[in-house]
């Protein structure tokens, strides 16, 4: 065991501003499960969540400088993790419209039916689907406290907002779930 692994977090993250490349080291296996857990339900995709959470990481890395202690280290990571997502969506929806520019389709659209899979799981990717379709000022709260089982001040904390706009954001994103979930729940056409 490392002298340094009972230091908090800011003691560990003043190491690593002095050089220590351990104590940063440390202080990313405290928080990495965690973060890409995160990441994978913002994104629905574990491997993009592992990406993210390690430029995360290498921000929180090179920009250490700019951060100024007050013991919400673990809110500064989310909120950079949550900002690579927001800017990840945003070259997403940049690439989509010029997509259509540069390649043309022949006409023929394949879609993988798997009728095959059991309800659950199908419920799962639904849900997840759904999830991932929120704007992200939904989204991160609405994953935070269903799946990470944050509380309403955790979530605060984290994001950099309000409490009170935490609540008002799991109720405007619940209501966007229960909105896009209906036909589903119903049987109608997705």
């Known amino acids: 065991m490392s002298e340094t692994a009972a230091y908090s977090d800011s003691d ?3 190491l690593a501003r002095q050089g220590n490349r351990s ?5 990313v296996d405290r928080h990495k499960d965690g973060l890409v857990n995160y990441l994978t339900r913002l994104t629905g995709s574990k491997s993009q969540a592992e990406d993210l959470a390690q430029e995360a990481f290498l ?8 951060y100024s202690e007050r013991g919400r280290l673990q809110s500064y990571l ?3 993790a949550t900002n690579l997502v927001r800017s990840e969506a945003r070259r997403h929806q940049r690439w989509s419209r ?3 520019a540069f390649f043309h389709s022949n006409g023929h659209r394949t879609e993988a039916v798997q009728q095959t899979e059991v309800l659950r799981h199908e419920l799962q990717q639904t849900l997840t689907r759904a999830i991932t379709k929120l704007p992200l000022r939904y989204r991160a709260p609405i994953v935070l406290s269903y799946l990470e089982d944050k509380s309403h001040q955790e979530i605060a904390d984290l994001l950099g907002i309000q409490a009170g706009t935490v ?3 799991l109720h405007r994103g619940r209501a966007l779930l ?3 979930l209906e036909s589903y729940q119903t049987g109608g056409p997705s």
């Open 23 to 27: 104590a940063f080291g440390q202080l």
């Open 98 to 100: 010029l997509r259509p």
């Open 78 to 80: 989310y909120r950079i």
């Open 12 to 14: 560990l993250f003043q």
């Open 167 to 169: 609540k008002s954001r």
């Open 59 to 66: 921000r929180l890395y090179e920009r250490g400088h700019r």
């Open 178 to 180: 229960r909105d896009d």
